[in-house]
């Protein structure tokens, strides 16, 4: 079988006028998300923590489905 070449297109770097500045609206909204998702993480690690037999439980294959 004949190898397929990937072509690579040249990285075009910001140049002096052209320099990307991150929207303020974007960064905050992100800033929301990794709060929101760090929390749900705690919360789940919480749980984890109190039911972790009950849990492992629930999810081992019986009779070997």
């Not at 960064?27 to 998702?37: A, F, S």
């Not at 749900?40 to 999810?59: H, R």
Request: charged share 50%; no cysteine; net charge negative.
């Amino acid at each position: 079988m004949e190898k397929q070449e990937r072509k690579q297109e040249p990285r075009r770097e910001p140049q002096g006028k052209d320099e990307v500045k991150a929207n303020p609206k974007v960064v905050e909204t992100g800033k929301k998300l990794k709060e929101d998702i760090d929390k749900l993480v705690d919360e789940i690690d919480d749980v984890l923590e109190q039911n972790a037999e009950e849990f492992v439980k629930n999810y081992v294959q019986k009779g070997g489905e």
